[in-house]
């Protein structure tokens, strides 16, 4: 039994890692959307 808490544990980090990932990919995204819309503004000008 201690075996499969320790497992469920690690699984359970792995996604709490996979979320962070998946948190900070989209904040990236956002980022170079947000660059590329001031970028694209300021050729405009």
């Given amino acids: 039994m ?3 808490r320790r497992m469920s544990k690690g699984v359970s980090a792995a996604d709490g890692i996979t979320q962070a990932h998946a948190d ?3 904040a990236l995204v ?3 959307i947000e660059t590329a819309g001031e970028l694209k503004k300021a050729d405009r000008q």
């Fill in 2 to 4: 201690k075996h499969v």
């Fill in 24 to 26: 900070f990919a989209l």
């Fill in 30 to 32: 956002n980022l170079y």
